[in-house]
């Protein structure tokens, strides 16, 4: 007897074509029934791949694909669904077509250009609007032949598009993935078989809900396929998923499902299966709404304000749904049946948990765009500043601090709702009156945020990188109020960031981002505080360095050109705290020791040569130049502080190249006229701080340019400089920028918005004259 595979089709295929045309003329259920009969055999035989007949290829050739498609049109007559009388012959009629172009690209095409996967799109966006206005909560109500109707239906989709683009890009722009999704989420709603089955269950039981899986599992195969296509910038999915997958996050919180012992006891595999598709659909649900809200805009600003309706007629906003999974979502108690042995139980567990995280991810993004803020902090809430998403998230921050300082346990029970606060709300504190609000009552989170829990050695750096990040967002508005760098103050925060451990080497592999943004929140809080300043210089109870020589040892070891950078902003803000004082205010004189005690703490050749370091490297950055120059010149106004910025200008850009010296009548090195190194490009490398002063009052062939305001500060610094310094070292700078001074005077003369510059560059070139002069 020959295999089924080495039937020869095209009779059979003829005969298909025929009863199409006879149906054009007239719709009887006789033809219908010889149709159902014939397609089934075609897609039986079809079913056989590597037959000795290459059924695929020789019936792709043919009139079957148009054939197929005038069928299902015919079928449907001109409904969107088919009647019940038509769903076997339609049913057939589709497995023919998913057959068919399985693995066959030459199909595929045939199939796409006589129109048969719309075809499919349109028979299941028929389905689709089927579901009632608002969806309900339970499954969509579809007899087993339509459940087959659907099923094989997505089966077409998935086969004619997985490796081919043409079919993909076609059902991306008919918004396939939509439809589909819509049609999944309906007909399985995860875990909602648990309130369906009896006692004991029936047959039909187990077929419709294996019908109901199917569906779920194909849909999330043809999504998936979908997404593989070779242009990235094709978006598959978009916002308008949101209500279909949301609401079934609450499936995972309490209450809990219901009890399922009877399938365990009777169909112990359609159990196993049906959780896994539970899962397989959370587990993509999760995914999706990650990816889309962290690559597209149009989804973070739905999710912050679309709503759903896990309960028929009673919406809900989607994101108040994800945090309610984040918070409340739990492990299914089916999970611990016998059924599922431990290695699977655990692995699911885990899989949940990365749930959590990328929706952690997702809500972070969402409060991260800009856009969100008008629908995400509420400015009529009068009691809670902010509204409940603010009120949520620094219930979880203070909740979370609690536990630890309960149980001891840095860990904590739930330290991923802390994580996810925290950078929530740091995302979202972009105005002064925001941070105030969350350091003034009712919230005032400052103790909270400097506790043990957050800020301590052995606090998880996720977590870290969460409360620094909301610190430093917060601090960056200290100059605008004054709540925030006393309310900091009075819970001692720069110490506690110091005793912390984040400028640690210990802390280096890992901690890049974290050390930054506790370099932030110094940078910010000494700007606006003395108080601060003495806290970061002025050594503690000696159980650890203090913050300044931490900063100045990880500025030091750090490869990073930001940390390098930014803890070096932090330098010049701690000059200018110590030096500009508000004269106005009596300070007492115990803070005038401390003052005085600080200036000292400073007056090192360590922290004078990373302030002249910052000006050497930052050849593309004239804001740091300008910062660098500011303080040195600060600096040269003590008698203490000349000489060692003197000695500093040349010292070397940490990686850079040696600089060019001559040795001093006492020993010390001196700089010669510079003779910088260049670059492939031509254009000057500054081997240390001399270099890029010149560069800067040049002006010529640098990487940007240099505003007047920093070549007239770079003036500024030269006078001052030789306030208490003098010899031979002084002497070789005056000698490699006067000739640039004058340079600059002949240029900038006549051009307009550079007369300060000339008056500043002339001043210098008189005042250092006079004084060699004097000397001689």
């Known amino acids: 007897m020959a295999s089924p595979a080495a039937v020869d089709l095209l009779p059979l295929q003829r005969d298909l074509h025929q009863l199409s045309q006879d149906l054009t003329k007239a719709d009887d259920d006789e033809s219908w029934s010889k149709v159902e009969s014939l397609a089934r055999e ?51 009629i589709l497995r023919v077509g998913a057959n068919l172009c399985m693995d066959h690209d030459e199909n595929r095409a045939a199939l796409l250009e006589v129109g048969f996967p719309q075809s499919v799109i349109s028979l299941l966006e028929g389905y689709a609007e089927t579901i009632p ?30 490796g081919y683009d043409a079919v993909k890009f076609r059902l991306i722009s008919l918004e396939a993935a939509l439809t589909i ?37 194909w849909s999330w195969r043809t999504i998936s396929a979908l997404k593989d296509v070779q242009d990235e910038s094709l978006q598959v999915t978009n916002s308008d998923i949101l209500p279909w997958l949301t609401p079934h996050l609450l499936k995972y919180c309490p209450p809990s499902a219901a009890d399922v012992t009877v399938v365990v006891d009777v169909e112990p595999d359609l159990l196993d299966t049906l959780v896994q598709t539970d899962f397989d659909f959370l587990e993509e649900s999760c995914t999706i709404i990650e990816s889309l809200s962290l690559d597209v805009e149009d989804f973070r600003l739905e999710l912050a304000r679309a709503k759903c309706y896990p309960e028929s007629e009673k919406p809900a906003h989607c994101l108040t749904i994800v945090l309610d999974f984040i918070e409340r979502g739990s492990y299914p108690a089916v999970w611990n049946n016998p059924l599922f042995d431990e290695t699977e139980r655990k ?20 409060f991260a765009e800009e856009k969100n803020e008008d629908a995400l902090w509420n400015n009529t809430d009068t009691e809670h500043p902010g509204g409940a998403l603010v009120l949520r998230f620094v219930e979880w921050i203070s909740d979370y601090a609690k536990s630890v300082q309960a149980e001891k346990d840095h860990q904590g029970p739930r330290y991923d709702m802390a994580i996810c606060a925290s950078l929530s709300l740091g995302n979202l504190v972009r105005k002064v009156q925001f941070a105030t609000a969350l350091l003034s009552p009712p919230y005032s989170l400052a103790p909270v945020l400097a506790s043990d829990p957050f800020l301590s050695p052995s606090t998880d750096i996720k977590l870290k990188h969460g409360i620094l990040g909301l610190l430093k967002h917060l601090s960056q508005f200290s100059k605008l109020s004054h709540v925030i760098p006393t309310t900091f103050a009075g819970v001692h925060i720069i110490d506690r960031i110091t005793t912390s451990g984040v400028w640690d080497d210990k802390s280096d592999a890992m901690a890049d981002v974290v050390q930054l943004s506790a370099i932030g929140i110094a940078k910010h809080l000494c700007n606006a505080s003395l108080d601060h300043t003495l806290a970061l210089i002025l050594p503690g109870d000696g159980s650890h360095p203090s913050g300044l020589a931490q900063l100045l040892a990880l500025i030091k070891r750090s490869d990073s050109v930001s940390i390098k950078s930014e803890g070096s902003r932090v330098l010049v803000n701690v000059v200018k705290s110590l030096w ?13 020791k401390k003052r005085d005690q600080a200036i000292s703490l400073v007056l090192t050749t360590d922290f004078v040569t990373t302030l002249a370091t910052l000006v050497g490297r930052s050849n593309k950055y004239p804001i740091l130049v300008n910062e660098g ?94 306030r208490f310094t003098s010899g031979t070292a002084l002497v070789k700078v005056q000698e490699a920028v006067i000739p640039v001074l004058e340079q600059v005077v002949e240029d900038s003369q006549d051009v307009m918005g550079e007369e300060k510059l000339v008056k500043a560059a002339t001043l210098l070139i008189e005042n250092w004259k006079r004084k060699q002069s004097q000397q001689s």
Not at 64 to 76: A, I, M, R, V
Not at 641 to 660: H, I, R, S
Not at 666 to 680: F, Y
Request: neutral net charge; charged residues 15%; aromatic residues 4%.
């Open 580 to 592: 500009v004082i508000d004269r106005s205010v009596d300070m007492s004189e115990e803070k005038q």
């Open 133 to 162: 206005s608002p969806p309900a909560p339970t499954p969509l109500p579809l007899s087993i032949p339509h459940l087959k109707v659907v099923r094989t239906s997505i089966g077409v989709l998935l086969n004619a598009s997985i």
């Open 347 to 366: 692995n699911k567990e885990k899989a949940f948990d990365i749930c959590k995280a990328a929706l952690v991810k997702a809500v972070v993004e969402v």
């Open 42 to 92: 075609i897609a039986n035989h079809l079913r056989v791949r590597n037959a000795p007949v290459d059924n695929h290829t020789i019936l792709g050739k043919t009139e079957l694909p148009q054939t197929l498609t005038s069928l299902l049109s015919l079928g449907l007559k001109g409904s969107h669904l088919p009647v019940d009388a038509r769903t076997p012959p339609v049913l057939e």
């Open 181 to 217: 999704i819509k049609l999944s989420s309906t007909i399985y709603p995860p875990t909602s078989w648990t309130s369906q089955q009896t006692s004991p269950p029936k047959a039909d039981f187990v077929e419709e809900w294996g019908l109901r899986s199917g569906i779920s599992n």
């Open 629 to 722: 120059i500011v303080a040195l010149s600060l600096l040269s106004t003590h008698k203490l502080g000349g000489p060692l910025v003197l000695e500093a200008l040349t010292a070397p850009v940490n990686g850079g190249l040696q600089a060019d010296t001559t040795l001093s009548a006492n020993g010390a090195p001196s700089p010669v006229l510079p003779t910088p190194s260049s670059r492939n490009d031509g254009l000057p490398v500054p081997r240390h701080a001399l270099d890029m002063l010149i560069f800067a009052l040049r002006n010529v062939d640098n990487p940007v340019n240099f505003p007047v305001e920093v070549r007239v500060n770079a003036c500024t610094f030269f006078l001052q400089l030789s």
